[in-house]
């Protein structure tokens, strides 16, 4: 051991000068444990810089984790003797609570607190040192006791902080709070240091803490930013109705813009409350002044009318809605969305695509963008899809390729080109584009071409026919064309003809999401659990066992279940892509404070 420490003292010989080299092979030894050999470093480092206190605590801190405290009180004492830091009595102070004295190091760590009543200026330097050794009463008291004697400075983002290590939400919430009155444009920052200490639970106890305290402040001193973090708190409780409220609000008094209105629409629309979604889109109907934006709420409205309608009654009602809207709109570039919305509406909710494909065909005719164009081709060429005239979609897809080359709506193209090929059962040709689309920009659609890519990989040579995998593709087209029933019946037949091939699982998994699309919850229960049961080794497993404990939690008030089969995620399936959210969803259901 002597020899090999006596070549590093030669070695380090060599580097005497090169200061940031040697800090950072001292640096390395000390995250790997090897103190003895980092130990040397810095006492080299500090010799050379003998008045910097940065070499001088990382020697410390060494012979520390060395358990060589007499030597760190020696350093510290010597220091002190030249001059009086009280950062350095803090150290001192914890050096003789690793020692077990601790009556003396609470004497040493009052007399650092001490010294900010002569020199205010160490405030942040004394109760950062404590807050580096986990002494975190006495960085409050540092804290406190700046408040009263620097009161032009705010610490509250400081204590906060600390308040949250200790695990006193309350404090950390009155902190956090306090430092939004100081700096109103922080607000984004705390709402993302206070997201981790609450839940979708509106019970939950730091739920409760925070919304009594926004609640008080609002009736206190009624200033925008409280609106608006009592409005994002609801929105992460998914309580979108009192948000729309704490919005409206704050609408009536800034009434420039209907923006973050529009927003909590759309997220309300993104997690199915139609409802409340629908009601602010007519909010903004009787608000607005701005054409543009009542056509975007009427195109929100109408595509969640059609999505819930039932009935031809309600379908001839919307089809007048779109047609009085173009009366008083116009058919023009400006109203191209509608139109698009329009000609997705007549093929998908009408069934008729022929009026469908006509009136996109004049859409095209408009004086629009080569992207908005690109956008009317990607629908048209859907529609020839749901018609089942593959090679016409197919020209529309590859036109969009070429003319947008390297665009996101063009890797879309691409993925449709692969998905149709799919579709008529030419495989090879589908799974050459997907492999390209695997490094798409867009994640989804790379995600997306990934799946479908593994699926067809991993069916395709089961039997020489791929009759399996032809009629997996038929009863996805189906599904696509909302043939909903046809597909849960060609499913049931691969399930019959090919029981215990590959393909099983993946059957058993898109029919049990159809089954879940017609809220026919039992059934798409047996088959999760069937998927669990039977193929707990495979791709899919983890995809069973959230959607079926989603299903549990969301549609079966099977609270327990659900727990069981988050909890199987956390310890199972660690990097499944499930994970931090059935973490999360296990938590809430077990009745913790999310923190």
Do not use: C
């Amino acid at each position: 051991m002597k020899t090999s420490l006596l070549i590093l003292g030669f070695l380090l010989g060599l580097h005497f000068g090169f200061g940031q080299n040697s800090e950072v092979l001292a640096d390395s030894y000390y995250k790997k444990g090897e103190f003895k050999k980092a130990l040397l470093i810095y006492e080299n480092l500090n010799k050379e810089k003998p008045y910097s206190y940065k070499y001088l605590y990382k020697l410390v801190d060494t012979h520390q984790q060395l358990e060589q405290l007499d030597e760190a009180e020696h350093i510290l004492v010597q220091r002190l003797a030249k001059r009086k830091n009280p950062s350095l009595i803090v150290e001192l102070g914890y050096n003789f609570q690793l020692k077990d004295s601790l009556d003396r190091a609470n004497l040493l760590y009052e007399e650092a607190i001490a010294y900010i009543d002569e020199n205010p200026n160490y405030i942040y330097s004394v109760a950062k040192k404590f807050e580096d050794r986990s002494l975190l009463d006495q960085a409050i008291k540092v804290y406190d006791k700046g408040k009263i004697l620097t009161p032009d400075k705010n610490y509250s983002i400081q204590l906060a902080r600390i308040y949250g290590d200790q695990g006193n939400i309350e404090k950390m919430f009155e902190n956090y709070m306090d430092y939004v009155a100081y700096r109103p444009n922080y607000l984004n920052n705390i709402k993302r240091a206070v997201s981790d200490f609450i839940s979708e639970n509106k019970t939950n106890e730091n739920n409760v803490y925070l919304r009594r305290l926004l609640l008080k402040k609002i009736q206190q001193e009624p200033s925008p930013y409280w609106y608006e973090l009592l409005s994002w708190l609801y929105v992460q409780e998914k309580a979108y109705n009192k948000s729309f409220i704490q919005e409206k609000a704050l609408y009536k008094r800034n009434p420039e813009s209907l923006d973050r209105i529009i927003e909590l629409a759309i997220t309300a629309l993104n997690d199915n409350d139609d409802e409340t979604s629908k009601a602010i889109f007519n909010y903004v109907l009787e608000t607005t002044q701005d054409a543009s934006t009542a056509l975007t709420a009427h195109q929100y409205i109408l595509e969640i009318d059609s999505q819930n309608a039932t009935s031809e009654k309600e379908l001839n009602r919307i089809d007048a809605a779109y047609n009085a809207l173009f009366d008083e709109f116009g058919k023009s570039e400006l109203s191209l969305s509608l139109q698009l919305a329009y000609g997705e509406f007549l093929a998908f909710y009408r069934q008729d695509t022929e009026s469908a494909t006509a009136f996109l065909r004049q859409s095209m005719t408009l004086n629009i963008s080569e992207f908005q164009e690109a956008k009317v081709k990607l629908l048209l060429a859907d529609i020839l899809v749901l018609q089942e005239r593959f090679n016409e979609a197919l020209i529309f897809y590859s036109q969009i390729q070429l003319s947008l080359k390297n665009s996101t709506i063009s890797q879309e193209a691409r993925f449709k080109v692969a998905k149709t090929s799919y579709y008529k059962g030419d495989f090879d040709w589908a799974e050459s584009q997907l492999k390209i689309l695997k490094s798409s920009t867009s994640q989804l659609i790379a995600n997306d071409a990934l799946d479908l890519k593994l699926l067809i990989s991993d069916n395709k040579y089961e039997d020489s026919t791929q009759t399996a995998l032809k009629h997996y593709a038929k009863a996805d087209l189906f599904a696509f064309q909302n043939r909903t029933d046809e597909a849960i019946v060609l499913l049931d037949k691969i399930l019959e003809e090919h029981k215990g091939e590959s393909i099983t699982d993946q059957t058993l998994f898109q029919q049990a999401k159809l089954f879940e699309k017609k809220k026919q919850y039992d059934k798409a229960e047996a088959n999760y659990l069937k998927i669990i049961a039977d193929w707990k080794e495979d791709i899919l497993a983890d995809d069973a066992h959230y959607h079926l404990a989603e299903l549990y939690n969301t549609h079966l008030a099977k609270p327990e279940e659900a727990k069981q089969l988050y909890e199987k995620i956390i310890f199972d399936f660690e990097d499944s892509i499930y994970f931090i959210d059935a973490r999360k969803k296990f938590r809430m259901l077990r009745g913790d404070s999310i923190n």
